[in-house]
Nanobody, 125 residues
Framework: QVQLVESGGGLVQAGGSLRLSCAAS????????VGWFRQAPGKEREFVAA????????WYADSVKGRFTISRDNAKNTVYLQMNSLKPEDTTVYYC??????????????????WGKGTLVTVST
């Protein structure tokens, strides 16, 4: 069993930065690929970024490529999402999840994935 807790969300002006953290407890986190996803009310869940178990491979949605950076510290059982040049359309709740599956050209949480409760990011104009 793995428990995931996101933190780092908040209110920021457009163009600003935030760093989200996804802290894991329980089973060894380093055995999982980990992803960040976001979902606004009434909208479908959207893939944001993913990172391999070792941290050597990363993947990004086109909408955040060049602005967001995913990283991990397996010694701390934590995955990070550095978000720069934030835009109002980045406003929503961000979730981390593991493990992942890659189908139809995108990453998704596996059927038995662990999820955190999310952290709200609000970007003002």
């Amino acid at each position: 069993q793995v428990q995931l807790v996101e933190s780092g969300g908040g209110l920021v002006q457009a163009g600003g930065s935030l760093r989200l953290s996804c802290a894991a407890s329980g089973r060894t986190f380093s055995i999982y690929d980990v992803g960040w996803f976001r979902q606004a009310p009434g909208k479908e869940r959207e893939f944001v970024a993913a990172i391999s178990r070792s941290g050597l491979s990363t993947w990004y949605a086109d909408s955040v490529k060049g602005r967001f950076t995913i990283s991990r510290d397996n010694a701390k059982n934590t995955v990070y999402l550095q978000m720069n040049s934030l835009k109002p359309e980045d406003t929503t709740v961000y979730y981390c999840a593991a493990p992942l599956t890659y189908t139809s050209g995108t990453w998704s949480p596996s059927g038995l994935a662990y999820w955190g409760k999310g952290t709200l990011v609000t970007v003002s104009t």
